[in-house]
């Protein structure tokens, strides 16, 4: 597993978190770097892997200081991060986003989700779960418009693309719902990219969040 990604888990030590940890250990396609059990060690432990390819992290860890993630990203500008949480009805959601997380799914999510969760954001995708994503869009209509420079304008085909990569929809099921074809979406998915000087479509998405421009 020489070329797997490599992932730090933090989350408090428990017996469901060891079990999980032991299930996705043995997926070929990532392992686990470090394993983190008090928020205090985390940035210590990015800090000590610059080059870790995703932060799973509990919203506990988070809770109040989401300036942490901004400030771990400084530490590893690559590093994805994906956020558990307890609770379906989490207020800080867009917040988390908007600071840096690249996903958020709750803890009670299937294996399977998670997984699908770990691999859609290593591929530079956003990734809201399920149970979450119709929450998000109704905050999102609430959300006042943040300028960071530049104003976002896109067309409402962008919004539609942007939005089925935001509910976790592959390229060639994007091309399929819109009756075009996978190259089609990959050159609008490049054009994006290039619009907003973002390095990735994750942070494109974010920065559509922040603007409000998917309500």
């Not at 390819?53 to 860890?61: A, E, Q, R, T, W």
């Not at 867009?94 to 998670?114: Q, R, V």
Request: proline share 2%; charged share 25%.
């Amino acid at each position: 597993m020489e070329n797997s990604a490599k992932i730090i888990w933090a989350s408090p030590q428990s017996l469901a978190r060891d079990g999980i940890i032991a299930l996705l250990d043995q997926e070929p396609d990532f392992t686990f770097a470090e394993i983190v059990s008090k928020q205090e060690d985390m940035t210590s432990a990015v800090a000590a892997k610059p080059t870790v390819s995703l932060l799973i992290v509990d919203h506990l860890f988070l809770s109040e200081q989401h300036q942490l993630l901004t400030s771990l990203k400084e530490i590893a500008p690559l590093l994805k991060v994906l956020v558990l949480s307890g609770s379906e009805q989490n207020e800080d959601i867009l917040d988390l986003m908007k600071s840096g997380a690249d996903g958020y799914i709750i803890n009670e999510a299937s294996k399977d989700e998670l997984i699908f969760a770990i691999k859609h954001i290593l591929n530079g995708n956003t990734y809201i779960c399920t149970a979450l994503y119709l929450q998000v869009l109704e905050s999102i209509a609430a959300l006042d418009k943040e300028k960071e420079g530049i104003t976002l304008e896109f067309s409402a085909r962008e919004e539609q693309i942007l939005k089925l990569i935001l509910e976790g929809y592959s390229n060639q099921e994007i091309a399929y719902q819109l009756f075009t074809n996978k190259r089609t979406i990959l050159k609008y998915r490049e054009n994006l990219l290039h619009k907003t000087g973002a390095p990735d479509i994750g942070t494109v998405i974010r920065m559509a969040l922040q603007q409000g421009v998917l309500s």
